[in-house]
């Protein structure tokens, strides 16, 4: 490789870096950001002004320059990503086009294209004003820098079983009480409860408008009907959104940030690992930030989980003196492989970020994985064996 390859190959890596990575520490990357962020609201905000009359007289010409910023920025900003996508520990393997047409295709770099659709048609449909609000769309590129969103998403994911079986019974309530209505007041109120379309409508806005529906009961047993209904009705409603709370209160708990597959494919230990593995270990591996100065590991305690280094560094206090391990390093392992009390104690020099394994997930990860559980094993090996400088 030449000079000016190895530069341009380098650049794009450090370009993934502050792009793609999420590397939560890096300054750059974090304040690039916070300017897409700002662009992005300030271009919805001022589509959303632009529709007062007041405020598109006197200040039409300055919010209309404003989205041609952003429509640049977005548009330098989604060129740099594809540049970048090869850096992608997934696409590594593509050719640098196949890897970008791939990356093209992730539903965040859609919706990166779907934000020029706007400038497009406001370009065929000049100054027809319900164009300038298909601008709204660019809300969406939000979603890139919130976390509690992939975890709403993980958690739907996650309770899918409880979830459909959330709908199941509400559909067979709904049914349910359709049809009871039907029988007892189809032939009172005909024009409201004649057929199931119209009870089963009757039954929906019962439910979801927990009782606030114009057509009134005209016998006790439609009374009696409707009243169960609507306290089925609050049920059915509190049931998913209390499996979705709890699910979102213990995704919370589990993790201080988000674990990303860019961040385990980073850990050296598995990088040689396929998708498939990394994504099983983005689903199983905790997070937590942990204050400079913590005691992580304390000598003879019983260990109970295995510990990766993703940003930051901790001490060793080994018989034979300290061990500095950094990003990327592992500790913790020994305990979990022999199965005996931790054989050094471990403190944060600086906050740290860490990706925890528990030991049952440890023990089932290398079973499936055999050659990173060689890997872990010569490396407790060592460090048993005598004062070693040596990191994962
Ligand atoms: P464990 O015994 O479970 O808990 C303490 C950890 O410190 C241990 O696992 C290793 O991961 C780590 N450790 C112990 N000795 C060394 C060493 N010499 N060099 C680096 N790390 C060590």
């Known amino acids: 490789m030449s000079g000016a390859q190895q530069s341009i190959a380098s650049a794009r890596e450090r370009a993934f870096d502050i792009l793609e990575h999420g590397r939560r520490r890096d300054l750059t990357s974090r304040i690039l950001d916070w300017i897409l962020v700002g662009l992005i609201i300030a271009n919805v905000t001022g589509t959303l002004a632009q529709t007062l009359p007041e405020v598109e007289q006197t200040y039409g010409d300055e919010l209309q ?6 429509v640049l920025v977005f548009a330098i900003e989604y ?9 992608h520990p997934l696409l590594h393997s593509l050719s640098p086009t196949r890897a970008r047409l791939r990356f093209a295709a992730t539903p965040m770099m859609v919706i990166d ?7 497009v048609l406001e370009l065929m449909f000049p100054g027809v004003a319900a164009v300038r609000l298909t601008r709204l769309v660019r809300f969406l590129k939000l979603a890139r820098y919130s976390p509690a969103l992939a975890t709403i998403g993980r ?39 004649g057929d199931m379309s119209k009870s089963m409508w009757w039954s929906a806005a019962m439910l979801a408008k927990i009782g606030g529906v114009e057509l009134e009961p005209m016998t006790a047993t439609g009374r009696i009907i ?56 983005v689903g ?15 000598k003879g305690e019983p260990g109970d989980s295995m510990y990766l280094i993703a940003s930051g560094a901790v001490q060793v206090d080994t018989a034979d003196g300290k061990v500095r391990l950094n990003e990327g390093d592992f500790f913790g392992e020994v305990a979990l492989l022999t199965r005996e009390r931790r054989t050094a104690t471990v403190t944060t ?26 890997q872990v094993r010569a490396v407790a090996q060592e460090r048993k ?8």
């Open 79 to 87: 060129v740099a990503r594809l540049w970048v996508a090869p850096e």
């Open 284 to 298: 199983i591996l905790k997070a937590r930030t942990i204050p400079a100065g913590t005691v992580i590991i304390r």
């Open 385 to 392: 064996n005598g004062p070693v400088d040596r990191t994962g």
């Open 113 to 119: 294209a779907l934000a020029f659709v706007p400038f």
């Open 226 to 281: 409707a009243a169960i209904t609507v306290m089925l009705g609050i049920f059915c409603f509190a049931l998913p959104v209390a499996i979705i709370g709890r699910g979102f209160y213990e995704e919370i708990r589990r993790r201080d940030f988000v674990v990303t597959f860019a961040m385990v494919a980073h850990v050296p230990l598995f990088a040689h690992l396929d998708a498939a593995a990394i994504s099983d270990l």
């Open 349 to 374: 020099i600086r906050s740290t970020d860490v990706l925890i394994l528990d030991c049952d997930d440890f023990h089932r990860f290398i079973d499936r994985n055999p050659q990173v559980g060689k």
């Open 65 to 70: 320059l404003l989205d041609r910023i952003c």
């Open 155 to 193: 958690v739907v994911a996650l309770e899918r079983r409880a979830l459909l079986a959330c709908v199941i019974i509400l559909g067979g309530v709904m049914m349910a009480a359709a049809a009871a209505m039907h029988v007892v007041e189809g032939h009172i109120q005909p024009d409201r409860l």
